[in-house]
C-alpha cells in the first residue's frame, strides 16, 4: 500500500508551475541578470519589494522580503521578545511558529480558538501595552478555521485600546475557493499591524519567498537580524519570482491552485461524511490546505496516529498545535498534497481506524 499523507501542508505536484516558472528564470536574467546573480540589499530585491508595497499601498521602505515567511516571522518574533513582549498565540496554532517562540524563551499566553477564530473576550481581561496577538486569521494553520469580520474589528479595537500590537500571518488567504473574502486585519486597521505573508502557497514553496510589512521605525532592526543571519536573501529566485507576478501568469496559476484545492477539499469532506462514526467532527474551510478533526470522545490522536502509521496513512496530532497542551482527541489533516482519489482512500482507511477505536472507547 503506498503512503497517503495528509501530514505535510505541502501543495502537490500538480499545483506546481513548473515550466512557468522556468521561463521567468530565464526571463529574469535577460532582464536584470547582473543584478539578480549578485548580492542584494538585506531588505530583498527593489523592484519586488516594489511590487509588494504596491499591492498593500504602503511605502516600499517598509517591506522586508525574506527567504520564506517563517523567517519574516523568526526576526520578527526574536525582536518582540527581546523587547520584553509577551506572546498572545491561537490555541490550536501553526507548530513551527510555536517553537521558535519556545527557543526563544518566550513568555506566551494561549487563547482559545472558535469556529470564528481566536476568542477576543477571552484576552480582553489580560492584554496590555506591549503585548503582540499572533494571529493565523484566514483559512489558520492548522484549523482552517477564519476569523470572522466582526471578530476582526473587535481584535483591532481592543488592541489600538491597549497599545498592543497584531502580528497578522496569511499565507493562505488568497486561497479561497468559495464564499465572500473578508479584508485583512492589515486593511482593516488601514496598515497599522504587521502583516506576514509568503508565495510558498500561490507559486511555490521551494522558491523560499515571504515578506513582512513592518512599521517603518522597526524596519532597521529586523534588517539587522537579516544582516546577521545572512548575507543577503536570494535575489535571483526574487527576481524570477518577480518576473510570474508581472507577466501575467500569476492570476492563472492562481485560479488552478484554487481549482486544483477545492477538488481535494471536496474529496475530504465526502470521505469525511461516509466514513467517519458518529461522535466525530469536523469543519468546511473555504479555502487554504487544512481541517481540523475532532475524534469522538476516549480516542487519543496519538495512538490514532500510531496505527494509521501501520495502515500507511499519516497525519499530524492536534497536541503538537498547542502551546500549553491541549488537542489530544484532535487531528489536523491537510488536503493539498494528496489526490482526490489518494484522499477518498485515505479517509477511508483512516475511518475505519476511528470507527474500531471509537468502539473500543465507548
Ligand atoms: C501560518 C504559516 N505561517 C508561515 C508559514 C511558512 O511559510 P514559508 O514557506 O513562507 O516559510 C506557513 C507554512 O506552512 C504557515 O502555515
Not at 16 to 27: H, K, S, T, V
Not at 28 to 55: F, S
Not at 84 to 94: D, H, M, T
Not at 107 to 131: F, K
Amino acid at each position: 500500500m503506498a503512503l497517503i499523507s495528509f501530514a505535510r501542508g505541502m501543495p502537490g505536484p500538480d499545483l506546481l508551475p513548473i515550466g512557468a516558472f522556468g521561463d521567468c528564470a530565464r526571463e529574469a536574467l535577460e532582464r536584470d541578470g547582473a543584478t539578480a546573480l549578485q548580492y542584494g540589499p538585506p531588505g530583498g530585491y527593489p523592484p519586488l519589494k516594489q511590487w509588494v508595497a504596491e499591492q498593500h499601498g504602503v511605502d516600499p521602505g517598509r517591506v522586508i522580503v525574506t527567504n520564506g515567511s517563517l523567517q519574516g516571522f523568526a526576526f520578527t518574533a526574536r525582536h518582540f521578545v527581546q523587547s520584553g513582549s509577551r506572546f498572545f498565540v491561537e490555541a490550536p496554532c501553526y507548530d513551527r511558529s510555536l517553537s521558535i517562540l519556545r527557543k526563544l524563551g518566550a513568555e506566551v499566553e494561549q487563547v482559545e480558538l472558535a469556529d470564528d477564530g481566536l476568542d477576543v473576550d477571552a484576552i480582553a481581561g489580560s492584554l496590555r501595552e506591549g503585548d503582540v496577538v499572533y494571529t493565523i486569521p484566514t483559512f489558520q494553520n492548522p484549523s482552517g478555521r477564519t476569523l470572522s469580520l466582526e471578530n476582526r474589528r473587535r481584535l483591532l479595537d481592543l488592541a489600538a485600546d491597549r497599545n498592543a500590537i497584531v502580528f497578522e500571518d496569511d499565507p493562505y488567504g488568497m486561497l479561497r475557493f468559495e464564499g465572500e473574502s473578508i479584508p485583512r486585519l492589515f486593511e482593516l486597521s488601514e496598515g497599522s499591524t504587521i502583516f506576514l505573508s509568503s508565495f510558498s502557497k500561490t507559486v511555490a514553496p521551494g522558491i523560499r519567498t515571504g515578506y513582512v510589512i513592518l512599521p517603518e521605525q522597526l524596519v532597521p532592526a529586523i534588517e539587522e537580524l537579516v544582516l546577521s543571519n545572512y548575507v543577503s536573501p536570494a535575489i535571483f529566485v526574487e527576481a524570477a519570482l518577480l518576473e510570474f507576478l508581472t507577466s501575467g501568469r500569476f492570476e492563472p496559476n492562481l485560479e488552478t491552485v484554487r481549482e486544483g484545492l477545492r477538488l481535494r477539499r471536496d474529496a475530504m469532506l465526502s470521505a469525511l461524511e461516509r466514513e467517519m462514526p458518529e461522535g466525530t467532527g469536523w469543519n468546511q474551510p473555504e479555502g487554504g490546505y487544512f481541517l481540523w478533526l475532532d475524534l469522538p470522545s476516549g480516542v487519543a490522536a496519538e495512538t490514532l496516529l500510531a496505527r494509521a502509521g501501520e495502515e500507511d496513512v499519516v497525519f499530524i496530532k492536534g497536541a503538537d498545535f498547542f502551546f500549553h497542551g491541549g488537542g489530544e482527541e484532535s487531528a489536523r489533516l491537510a488536503f493539498s498534497f494528496a489526490t482526490p482519489h489518494e484522499i477518498d482512500e485515505g479517509i477511508t482507511r483512516l475511518g475505519r481506524l476511528v470507527r474500531e477505536a471509537a468502539a473500543v472507547a465507548a
